[in-house]
């Protein structure tokens, strides 16, 4: 397997030098709103360590990063008043992986509503910023703390 690189977009919004919507963080993980969103309120779950994928991260940052996985999930859901949440999680470029730092999407999902395929096509970066409000106040409901909003 190819080794991890540490200059990667995810560890660039890491490091602050990338902007990102974030939605979510602590000192082991960071949620943030997918830039290219398949669906409103599609949202990313990241650790804060380096790994490229499930293949590789570390069993302690595995089970962080699934904890706020299913926060953000049950966040989503409210925020978006979804049927359900879809997970996805891709591995290396056979499996549709594009950005080789782990990562998970969280997508609220209703009953009857398409999928939108991914386009590659850039959101609304005011879109972007009231779908992350969105999920703040609904994790600030749930009793967590949230990032203030970043200007982009």
């Known amino acids: 397997m190819p080794t991890y690189d540490p200059d990667n977009v995810f560890a660039k919004i890491l490091k602050g030098e990338m902007p990102a919507h974030k939605v979510y963080e602590d000192e082991h993980t960071m949620a943030f709103m997918d830039i290219m969103p398949r669906v409103e ?78 386009t590659g096509e850039m959101a609304d970066s005011e879109d972007l910023a009231a779908a992350a409000e969105k999920i703040r106040k609904a994790l600030e409901e749930m009793g967590e703390n949230v990032p203030e909003p970043e200007e982009d």
């Open 41 to 118: 309120g599609h949202t990313l779950v990241i650790p804060r360590n380096g790994s490229r994928n499930l293949l590789d991260i570390g069993d302690e940052d595995l089970c962080h990063l699934m904890r706020t996985v299913a926060k953000i999930a049950r966040a989503v859901k409210k925020a978006f008043n979804a049927d359900g949440i879809l997970v996805q999680q891709f591995n290396e470029p056979a499996a549709g992986q594009v950005i080789f730092h782990t990562h998970f999407h969280v997508l609220p999902r209703k009953e009857g509503e398409p999928l939108k395929p991914h």
